[in-house]
């Protein structure tokens, strides 16, 4: 009877307690931000992504995946300035964990980390789907990459001071290889700047801002509506005044609409990795920005 | 010059404060730092320019692009450090930066139906009395909901959903705290709440993906059950969500009633499993189980002779129930097609004494009349939503209750009343074939079209046609699965 009483314990017990395999226990909303946690944490941390380059970001839904996988983490690293504004706020109030509150060191956002750009004058819905704190696509701009990762490993060896030693080194080799690459990129990119493109959504704006990159126009007429005929006639009509070299679009906007504007306009699509696992080759930061280039220097030059 | 002018804009942000940052103001702060960037831009440019000349005189040319490359830095760090003094000075605006998140809900209907909507009934069970009629005919305002909701402090979230009745009044739809610190996956949630039994149950009436509830909802929770007390939800560390909820509640509303007793009234218990099949595919499925004791939970009927009479139950009654919901999308990008699949089965059995009380009408038994009444009867729904083109969907649903066993000991043990003096527990078997068309211009407007044939009243068939607007105002929302 009391050993049997044990065996139930026990086996409860053992179901309650995390197994602890590494010290901190990551979810990244998005996918470049667990590459960056993987780039800091290194093998201190066990990385769960909670999108994939396919999903647009604004449309998640707090799946039942989801909330048990907020559930146990440690820290929650998040776009943040409203990009999640559908689905972070449920898994935090569904999860059960404390740690990841807003507020709290488990929760950590990117886009307060830097500048924003596009920060509307005025609020108004009838202006689409616009982010009252900037446009939040910061990860576009590796210089912003290089300023998170800094406030980002802070965070890590907050949460995990006795590995304190092991996240400032990474830290600091990161930052020495991300500045080198950096380098070579805007070196690469020279070509790039003042070439006009049309994009689909203002998801490249900080790429645009970086490379000194001309957007034209956007397929959407409204940040985060989708495209309609009538705004796509506009657009050939700009089109035909002020000629783009391509229309750039991210692997998760339709395809169709891209191509449609491409055609009539007799341009190019190039679509970008957009984040980490968004082409065969931007299978880590690095890779993601030497893809994004290729891409685009094969219209651009 | 420049550094000047920036340090000046610094120290005014640094003693204006927290005070209200005029947009004027800031609007000038920020064509400041533009001048400053595009100057510092020209001049980096400039350098560039020199460094390309330079190219030939290797050693001169070194020197200018560390100078251009030190000036370019400096430049933007300056320039990040001004806006970021801009954008907090206007993020902190006084008191009201600590304002809740409001939204508010405007709904409406416009309806058409072939048989008259105030003489709405299941036939075969036991009313609920909630308002689970369709909506009035020709143009109707719906309830229109007031969310409020922010943390409170570090320990406590508040949320408040007020609905407004379109014929005036406001009724507390929920209004709950809900903790955010317990450790180990544990949420404690109380005052009043929608039960965390079934799917269907916890969503609000504007997220649903049909204009009306299920029939097994209008029947057995009077369209949806609130609880006035206490829920506790545990969520297991493991990858797979596993989750456990318990309620304790007043039990005073459909199947339960008002009781006017110390205690506990009511009590739930649910579990949810959930998870994803590859990228494109996510469930959930649950089973629930609701229990309460009514009290004289009484319904108007007529009897055979169209006398006015008032049945009174005691008891116990228990809801049991299992559902399970499937979302289905291309690679789990729900933006431009997804398919969503959701079905309930609940089951509700009664046990308890009724009484028959006629004294207000024909009278024809000197006095009330009292007898055993248990029932055994259940209900399902099947529904399937499909987004075929990015705003526009289409969905079907699928409803029927099967009347089961109904005991009626007054009219089983001949002490009077027969079983036409009960015509709302003549034996019938409600369907309804729902479908909807909906067009969703964002994520804060939806105008839908729902026809329906719906069978729920004893050889009747209620032909409906409704047109339906769903806006929201405010702060985005943020939907369950």
Known sequence: MKNWLKVILLGVGGFMVQPALAALNVMACEPEWGALSKELGGDKVSVYVATTALQDPHHIEARPSLIA?????????????????????????????AKIQRGQPGYFEAAPQVLMLEIPERLDRAMGDVHPQGNPHVHMDPRNIAKIAVALSERMIRLDPAETEYYRSRAKSFSERWQQALTRWEKDAAPLRGVAVVGYHKNMSYLNAWLGIREVGSLEPKPGLPPTTSHMGELLVRLAKDPARAVIRSPYNDPRAAEWLAGNAKIPVVTLPFTVGGSDKAKDLFGLFDDTLARLLAVGK | M????????????????????????????????????????????????????????????????????????????????????????????????????????LQGTFAKTSQNPNQYQITGYVPSGGEVGPPKRSFGLAESELVIAANIDHYFRGVAILAIAPEGGIEAEEAYFQTLSLPRGFGLKGGRFFSGIGYQNERHQHTWDFQDAPLVYKAFLGNQLKQDGLQLRWVAPTDLLVELGAEISAGDRFPGSGRNKNGVGGSALFANLGGDIGASTA???????????????????????????????????????????????????????????????????????????????????????????????????????????????????????????????????????????????????????????????????????????????????????????????????????
């Open chain 2, 2 to 105: 420049f550094k000047r002018n920036l340090v000046a804009a610094a120290i005014a942000f640094a003693f204006s404060g927290p005070a209200p940052a005029q947009n004027s103001e800031l609007g000038k702060i920020r064509e400041e730092i533009n001048q400053m960037r595009e100057a510092y831009e020209k001049r980096i440019q400039n350098l560039e320019k020199r460094l390309s000349e330079a190219e030939g005189k290797a050693g001169k040319a070194e020197t200018a692009a560390t100078k251009a490359e030190s000036t370019a830095t400096k430049a933007e760090q300056v320039s990040a450090r001004a806006e970021s003094a801009a954008s907090s000075a206007a993020n902190r605006t006084g008191e009201n930066a600590f304002n809740p998140a409001v939204s508010l809900i």
């Open chain 1, 69 to 97: 996988r907020a559930r146990s983490a440690d820290l929650m690293i998040c776009t943040g300035a409203d990009l999640e504004v559908g689905w972070v706020p449920l898994l935090q109030t569904q999860a059960g964990n």
């Open chain 2, 283 to 481: 469930w959930r499925a649950g089973v629930s189980y609701l229990s309460v004791s009514p009290n004289a939970r009484a319904y108007s009927d007529t009897d055979s002779v169209g006398g006015a009479v008032t049945n009174t139950f005691t008891g116990n009654a228990k809801l049991a129930g299992i559902n399970g919901v499937l979302k289905w999308a291309p690679n789990g990008n729900a933006s431009y097609r997804n398919l969503k699949l959701q079905g309930e089965y609940f089951q509700l059995k009664q046990d308890g004494a009724l009484i028959y009380d006629d004294t207000a009408g024909t009278n024809g038994f000197g006095g009330p009349v009292s007898g055993n009444f248990n029932t055994k009867q259940s209900g399902w729904y099947a529904q399937a939503v499909w987004q075929f083109y990015p705003q526009w969907r289409v969905g079907y649903r699928y409803d029927a209750l099967r009347f089961g066993t109904v005991n009626n000991g007054i009219v089983n043990n001949g002490l009077g009343p027969v079983a036409a003096d009960f015509p709302a527990l003549a034996n019938h078997r409600p369907t309804r074939n729902t479908l909807m068309f909906d067009w969703n211009p964002s994520d804060f407007s939806r105008i839908r079209l729902q026809f329906a044939s719906d069978k729920s009243r004893l050889g009747v068939t209620d032909n409906q046609v409704f047109v339906q607007y769903i806006y929201s105002l405010g702060a985005h929302g943020a939907h369950k699965f």
